[in-house]
């Protein structure tokens, strides 16, 4: 588990934070911090030497030992991707659709299709706000079923109910985040936050 402390994270934060904020500066703020997370998160994957040609000499150089999959819980998670996209064109994508179901206030799967790869694959979850983590446990869960055993959780705010029920459910996921925030509130949004993520990227409030 880590909080990404950059001066960069907290910068883009601040921009996503603010009620102000259009939506032409929120998606672009939101594809950045995304990158910089992303950075983190990739610190931790695992290289196999290569050996590379420059115009002068053979030499070794390293290349990532496992195929990535990136995959966005819908519909928020959609607004961290193009920004992950930029620094792994070559990543394939996931999908996975989650919604709250009003009465049981259970999660349901509306929408899961994931890449044949995934067993071999280090991939990475992406949803701006671990709220409840009822979406991310349902994500993960999906995730292990089709195979993965490589899973990293990547946010932008998260808040301490989110944090345990992911972590006490699958203990095994690694969880980056660029904050977490101290409360969510009866209506299931996290405070201060920054309102509802897809709303604000989408521009649909
Ligand atoms: N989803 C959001 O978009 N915002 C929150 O604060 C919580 C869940």
Redesign the pocket.
């Known amino acids: 588990m880590a909080v990404v402390n950059h001066p960069l994270v907290a910068a883009s934060l601040a921009i996503l934070r603010s009620k102000t904020t259009a939506s032409a500066d929120f998606r672009r703020a939101l594809q950045e911090v995304s990158v910089l997370l992303l950075g983190h998160a990739s610190s931790a994957w695992e290289t196999v030497p290569h050996e590379v040609e420059t115009p002068l000499k053979t030499c070794m150089g390293e290349i990532l030992a496992r195929p990535l999959v990136l995959v966005p819980i819908l519909r928020?998670g959609l607004g961290m991707l193009d920004g992950m996209l930029a620094l792994l064109p070559h990543a394939t994508i996931g999908h996975i659709g989650v919604y709250r179901d009003e009465k049981t206030l259970r999660p349901v799967t509306y929408f899961c299709r994931l890449p044949a790869t995934i067993s071999e694959a280090q991939v990475v979850l992406v949803d701006?706000?671990l709220?409840t983590g009822n979406s991310a446990c349902e994500a993960v869960g999906l995730l292990k079923s089709s195979g993965a055993t490589r899973i990293q959780f990547i946010c932008l705010v998260a808040c301490p109910p989110g944090l345990e029920r992911l972590r006490s459910q699958h203990p095994d996921i690694d969880i980056i985040t660029a904050a977490i925030d101290p409360e969510l509130n009866e209506m299931?949004?996290?405070v201060p936050?920054l309102?509802?993520?897809?709303d604000r990227y989408f521009g649909t409030t």
């Open positions: 928020a701006p706000m709220a299931g949004y996290i936050g309102g509802d993520a897809g």
